[in-house]
């Protein structure tokens, strides 16, 4: 699909967006809904976003769908988005190669079920025929202290390991071989990370927006863009 290049903010694209799917329990509440009728609401917004941005040409979609932290949560919560999850892998299997879009799934996949886990593999596999198009990472069971602990004992571990530097470092992250993002999105009107990608978020440029997840749509998503290209970024240097 062609993008719009005469719409504001859509030069200087970000290469790499991530997303803090927020205020799904928030959104189902006011319609009087469980919470899991919002994840499930969370899970199609994504499944919007995702196509919108390979429309339109960005590289990396990284999305917060389930925190090492989440696990507190009550077990039927848990379990209903689990039950997503498998929905939408198996949905992706099916969809992956014709809309040219690789789908990676970031964190310490150890404490999933088999089962998904047997489609993480499958949507991996997928992914690496896939040599072109938009790379989309569903982080589940995802933290950002867990991910920097993981790759020091994986650097610690592996025998041909380097001196210790930022950029040796970088390749035992879950996110080794992408670029940083350039943007990072939290909806629902909370203003923190939330342990979400905070080794790469070093130069990240931040947007906050009141609308709740299932609500966020293109609009939303081209506001983003606009407040973006409209930013200045220095990565320490000076004018
Ligand atoms: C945060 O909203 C959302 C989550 C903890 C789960 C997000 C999960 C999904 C969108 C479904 C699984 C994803 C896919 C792509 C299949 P919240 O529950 O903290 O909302 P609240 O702050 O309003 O309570």
Redesign the pocket.
Same mark, same amino acid.
């Given at each position: 699909m062609e993008t719009d290049t005469k719409k504001p903010g859509r030069q200087n694209l970000p290469r790499h967006v991530a997303i803090i799917?927020?205020?799904?329990?928030?959104?189902a509440?006011k319609r009087g809904l469980i919470?899991s009728a919002?994840?499930?609401a969370?899970?199609e917004t /994504?499944?919007r976003m995702t196509y919108y941005l390979s429309d339109l040409g960005v590289e990396f979609f990284t999305?917060?769908? /389930?925190?090492t932290e989440?696990w507190k949560r009550s077990e039927k919560e848990v379990s209903a988005?689990m039950a997503?999850?498998k929905? /939408?892998l198996l949905e992706a299997i099916d969809l992956m190669e014709k809309k040219g879009i690789r789908l990676r799934v970031l964190g310490d996949t150890s404490r999933l079920s088999p089962e998904l886990r047997a489609l993480i593999k499958r949507t991996d596999e997928i992914s690496t025929r896939i040599k072109s198009g938009l790379v989309a990472n569903?982080c589940i069971n995802y933290g950002g202290r867990d991910e920097i602990i993981h790759a020091i004992k994986a650097w610690a571990s592996d025998p041909e390991k380097k001196e210790l530097t930022e950029a040796s470092f970088e390749k035992y992250l879950y996110t080794a071989g992408m670029p940083d993002p350039d943007l990072i999105i939290r909806p629902?009107g909370?203003y923190r990370l939330s342990n979400f990608l905070i080794w790469q978020c070093a130069y990240s440029e931040f947007y906050f927006t009141d609308t709740?997840?299932p609500d966020f749509s293109e609009a939303e998503m081209d506001k983003a863009f606009d407040a973006y290209a409209a930013r200045d970024r220095r990565f320490g240097n000076a004018k």
């Open positions: 799917m927020d205020g799904n329990g928030r959104w509440k919470r919002g994840h499930a969370g899970a /994504f499944r999305v917060y769908a /389930f925190s989440n988005i997503l999850l929905k /939408f569903l629902s909370e709740l997840w």
